[in-house]
């Protein structure tokens, strides 16, 4: 064991070392572990954590690819609406409209991908 430990006059617990063992009932530790100057939090080893999330699956080159196929049609179609020989309403209408639908794309897409993840979390905890 190193450094010392001791309770402060809050009553609560002191750490002088980064890290403290002390074991409790079942044979494992407890760990306390520092967490600031005064503060000091407790590790139950019998229910460790989670593992680390799996990192992205994106490259750079991915969203670069994404970006720029995105940035061309919206370009596109643009210009497209732009020259579109109508009445000045017709072309803005069409350009709300266009505006609209890339709008709640991304909107959706952020609702599938949170459902995806919190299913995930549920079947990682098991719930």
């Known amino acids: 064991m190193t450094g010392g430990f001791r309770a402060d006059a809050r009553g609560g617990a002191r ?3 980064d ?10 530790a407890r760990v306390l572990r520092r967490k600031g100057p005064d503060r000091v939090t407790m590790v139950d080893m019998n229910h460790p954590m989670p593992p680390p ?3 992205s699956r994106t490259t750079n080159a991915y969203f670069l690819q994404s970006a720029v196929a995105f940035g061309a049609s919206f370009a596109g179609l643009g210009i ?4 579109l020989p109508v009445d000045p309403w017709t072309r803005a209408f069409l350009a709300m409209g266009t505006l609209f639908v890339i709008t ?3 909107t959706l897409a952020k609702c599938v991908r949170d459902r ?10 098991g719930g």
């Open 116 to 125: 995806q993840e919190e299913a995930a979390l549920r079947r990682q905890w």
């Open 19 to 28: 890290t403290l063992s002390r074991p409790v009932a079942g044979g494992r």
């Open 15 to 17: 750490g002088y070392s």
């Open 80 to 83: 497209g609406v732009a020259y």
């Open 53 to 55: 999330p799996p990192s």
């Open 104 to 106: 709640s794309s991304f």
